[in-house]
């Protein structure tokens, strides 16, 4: 009995110092593990500039050969302002003739959109063809098309124009606008100042902002991107080269960019092209 005694404890304390060691052990490599799995993982976010550089041409690349400049030609109108006093004695009847008689100036304006389909549909802004009597269209490549508007929407300003293309054309997917993210990168592009094919880049400032001038109850998408007069009807692509928005308008005390633009979300545009 005392021999049993005696080798119990001590096989118990060995038994013990095993377990012990055993559990150090397993909890250093759980550490270490964990460690290394989170320094893979900063190593994976860890985006150098020649990375961001590579994938905003890489987009680019992509997507530009389905953006177009809109150049348009409005109704003629007389170009006149009188000065002076009111005349008493004037007759409205004369001075509408006079009116008539003047040689009238059609206006032009440029704009942008993108090709959606290959035969030939393009989305832009009603307010960059509407009241027209001419729409070309520019494709990247140089070549000129006479585009007719085939639907418009004036609640979210929207147009869907057609060029007749004797081959398939590139288009842009639209992509779900709801899942764009504040701090996401985002490419503008489109035709500033006729600029065309003019590309610049920007984040998701803001999502479901409403903007002065917006229907009621319209949510747009918020950009840095920089977005400028000819912008309007471009579009606004994530870094999967699909489309989140439409550019459409901008805040500006100055009437150039300053840092706010708005694009209205793909979703809208997609319900409003497949009707």
């Known amino acids: ?38 320094a893979e993982k900063l190593k994976t976010a860890a985006v150098t500039p020649e990375m961001l550089s590579a994938s905003f041409a890489e987009v680019s690349k992509r997507v530009e050969p389905a953006v177009v400049n809109i150049d348009t030609k409005g109704k003629a109108r007389a170009d006149v302002t009188l000065k002076g006093e009111k005349s008493e ?25 993108f090709i959606v389909d290959k035969a030939g549909y393009i989305l832009t ?14 494709l990247q490549s140089g070549e000129d098309f006479a585009a007719r508007i085939v639907g418009t ?16 054309l590139p288009f842009i997917k639209l992509g779900n606008s709801d899942a764009a993210q504040v701090g996401d990168w985002v490419l503008a592009i489109g035709s ?43 579009p606004l692509v994530n870094m999967n080269g699909e489309v989140i928005g439409i550019n459409s308008q901008i805040a500006t005390s100055t009437g150039d960019y300053n840092g706010i633009g708005f694009a209205l979300p793909s979703n809208e545009a997609a319900n409003v092209y497949r009707q």
């Open 153 to 168: 929407d004036k609640e979210t300003d929207l147009a869907v124009l057609k060029i007749d293309v004797p081959r398939d």
């Open 1 to 38: 009995m005392s021999a049993y005694k005696e080798i119990c404890p001590r096989k118990i304390r060995n038994v013990f110092l095993k377990l012990t060691l055993t559990c150090l052990i397993l909890v250093t490599n759980a550490n270490f593990s964990f460690a290394q799995t989170e």
């Open 89 to 113: 004695s004037a007759n409205p009847d004369d001075i509408m003739e006079f009116l008539r008689q003047l040689p009238r100036r059609p206006s032009t304006s440029v704009g942008s959109g």
């Open 125 to 138: 802004n009603l307010h960059v063809v509407e009241d027209t009597s001419r729409i070309s269209v520019r």
């Open 192 to 234: 500033p100042f006729g600029l065309a094919q003019t590309v610049t880049a920007g984040i998701v400032s803001q999502t479901k902002r409403e903007p002065p001038y917006a229907a009621l109850f319209q949510k747009f998408i918020q950009t840095d991107a920089a977005i400028n007069r000819g912008n309007s009807g471009g």
